[in-house]
């Protein structure tokens, strides 16, 4: 799998609840809104697992996120 570069600042991570996409399947599924700080709590790297894989998500000195597998 290749780089995923997020365009996202590091100081926010997430998508607003009015901006959910409107062809989702379920328009009452809110999406949240979480702070960086908080999900790396410190450090510049935490691994996500997804159906038990696990992807690393790591903070640039740029500020900009990278999820790879």
């Known amino acids: 799998m290749k780089n995923m570069i997020c365009t ?8 607003d609840a009015s901006l959910a996409a409107s062809t989702s ?12 700080n908080v999900l790396f709590a410190g ?4 691994t996500i697992l ?6 690393c998500l790591r903070e640039t000195r740029q500020g900009k ?3 790879t597998k």
């Open 8 to 15: 996202a600042s590091a100081g926010e991570f997430g998508v």
């Open 25 to 36: 399947a379920e328009p009452t599924l809110r999406q949240r809104r979480l702070n960086s």
């Open 43 to 46: 450090g510049r790297e935490l």
């Open 50 to 55: 997804l159906h038990g894989e696990p992807y």
């Open 65 to 67: 996120l990278i999820l």
